[in-house]
């Protein structure tokens, strides 16, 4: 595989985990707004799947050299910090 090609891909699994971090963000917003409250199960039960499957799907872009593990982290503790911030927002309210 040449290194251009090997670049392509790196940036586009990048890009797709990112994205994948950006419906989770989504996801609870509109199940905060909509459906639930924050200490509910439900709640909870949707972030911690959604959050385990994105940590997998990192780990394994990490595992085929797609994706740097520290960028992965800092992908997952991004995400972390959002949705922390979102939760603060909701009980504020």
Same mark, same amino acid.
Not at 29 to 51: G, H, I, K, S
């Given at each position: 595989? /040449?290194?251009? %090609?090997?670049?392509?891909?790196?940036?586009?699994?990048?890009?797709?985990?990112?994205?994948?971090?950006?419906?989770?963000?989504?996801?609870?917003?509109?199940? %905060?707004?909509? @459906?639930? %409250?924050?200490?509910?199960?439900?709640?909870?039960?949707? @972030?911690?799947?959604?959050?385990?499957?994105? /940590?997998?799907?990192?780990?394994?872009?990490?595992?085929?050299?797609?994706?740097?593990?520290?960028?992965?982290?800092?992908? @997952?503790? /991004?995400?972390?910090?959002?949705? /922390?911030?979102?939760?603060?927002?909701?009980?504020?309210?």
């Amino acid at each position: 595989m /040449s290194t251009g %090609m090997a670049t392509g891909h790196r940036e586009k699994a990048y890009e797709l985990l990112k994205a994948d971090a950006h419906k989770i963000l989504k996801l609870i917003e509109v199940q %905060m707004e909509n @459906l639930t %409250m924050p200490q509910c199960p439900l709640y909870e039960e949707v @972030l911690d799947t959604q959050m385990f499957g994105l /940590s997998r799907e990192i780990d394994f872009a990490v595992r085929l050299g797609l994706v740097n593990e520290e960028d992965g982290k800092e992908l @997952l503790e /991004s995400l972390e910090r959002q949705l /922390s911030a979102l939760h603060e927002a909701s009980i504020g309210k």
